[in-house]
């Protein structure tokens, strides 16, 4: 069955520091999303991407978040100057075109900042 | 707006007997929602999901859970837990409605399910 897969599994970074979290969707989704997870926390949505742009994105991901698409397979999350309050699992999805169709998640990355 | 409310942050039963995690939801039209299963170090696996069909969906490993309206709940239920299935499960709405581009999944706080031998 094909799935969502997610590098690195684990990084660990400085503050201040710049972090690409990296996915690969699903071959032929749509629709792809970050959500993240802070320890003891609920997994909170942070953006979605449709069509090569932002369809939403939430209060949380300000200025320092970008996501991009850049060659058609992967998915990439961007923090620009990493904060220690950035440290979480993020979790990368994807669906196909149906708005009911489930996202179908990775198995996340998680990102420790000093 | 959408939201779910898991009643229990813990539920500890034992092998072999039933299994049932509550969980409300809240929202302004026919809601989507889904139930999903993270093991320790593991991504979230969708367990089942519910999208306005039959009320009553059937999942992976065993799971079931009913859509009642009335009560606004979608509660998983299996009938033997199995050592396995000790895991944090999620109840989850999508949080547009039909049309809407984004369909993005809005959690519940999670149930931390045990299962003694």
């Known amino acids: 069955e094909p799935e969502v897969t997610q590098t690195p599994s684990h990084q660990v970074t400085q503050m201040g520091q710049e972090v690409i979290l990296r996915c690969v969707p699903i071959s032929n989704h749509l629709y792809f999303y970050w959500y993240r997870q802070i320890l003891g926390q609920k997994v909170e949505f942070l953006v979605s991407f449709y069509n090569n742009e932002i369809s939403e994105k939430s209060e949380i991901f300000d200025d320092q978040f970008s996501v991009e698409r850049p060659d058609g397979s992967n998915f990439t999350l961007k923090i620009r100057s990493t904060k220690l309050e950035d440290s979480a699992m993020y979790f990368c999805?994807?669906?196909?075109?149906?708005?009911?169709?489930?996202?179908?998640f990775g198995d996340g990355t998680r990102l420790s900042i000093l | 707006a959408q939201s779910v409310t898991q009643l229990d942050s813990h539920v500890s039963v034992s092998e072999g007997t039933p299994v049932l995690l509550r969980c409300n939801y809240s929202s302004s039209y026919s809601p989507s929602l889904f139930w999903y299963v993270q093991h320790p170090n593991k991504g979230l696996q969708l367990l089942l999901k519910y999208t306005s069909a039959a009320t009553l969906v059937k999942g992976i490993n065993g799971f079931e859970a009913e859509f009642k309206k009335s009560e606004t709940s979608f509660h998983l239920t299996k009938p033997s837990a199995h050592m396995s299935d000790a895991a944090e499960y999620f109840c989850v709405v999508s949080g547009t409605n039909y049309g809407g581009a984004t369909n993005k999944l809005i959690f519940g706080t999670g149930t931390l399910l045990a299962v003694q031998p």
């Open positions: 999805a994807s669906r196909g075109g149906l708005s009911n169709q489930p996202q179908h």
